[in-house]
Nanobody
Framework: QVHLVESGGGLVQAGASLKLSCAASGGTFSTNAMAWFRQAPGTRREFVAGISGSGGGTMYEESVKGRFTISRDNAERTVYLQMNTLKPEDTAVYYC???????????????????WGQGTQVTVSS
């Protein structure tokens, strides 16, 4: 059983930066593709960024390209999301997700990910 715990969310002003962390326990971390999703009130959960098990492949949603960077440290069993130049529209609960595959065939669908963290709130004020 894989357990994911996110941390690093908070309240910041537009233009600021935050770095989210997701610590994983259980399973073989290096074989699991990982991703970050987010969900604002009244909206569907949407894909933000994903990374392959080895870290060699990444994928980003268009609105965060150039601002967000996903990375992982397999020795520490942790995945990160560095968020720069935050905008009010980035406000959401951010969830860490894990796949049972090292490289998901469909990055953007929540159905590709079996394991989910509890979420961490990111609020960006104007």
């Amino acid at each position: 059983q894989v357990h994911l715990v996110e941390s690093g969310g908070g309240l910041v002003q537009a233009g600021a930066s935050l770095k989210l962390s997701c610590a994983a326990s259980g399973g073989t971390f290096s074989t699991n593709a990982m991703a970050w999703f987010r969900q604002a009130p009244g909206t569907r959960r949407e894909f933000v960024a994903g990374i392959s098990g080895s870290g060699g492949g990444t994928m980003y949603e268009e609105s965060v390209k150039g601002r967000f960077t996903i990375s992982r440290d397999n020795a520490e069993r942790t995945v990160y999301l560095q968020m720069n130049t935050l905008k009010p529209e980035d406000t959401a609960v951010y969830y860490c997700a894990g796949s049972i595959d090292p490289y998901p065939e469909t990055w953007f669908s929540s159905r590709a990910y079996k394991f989910w963290g509890q979420g961490t709130q990111v609020t960006v004020s104007s």
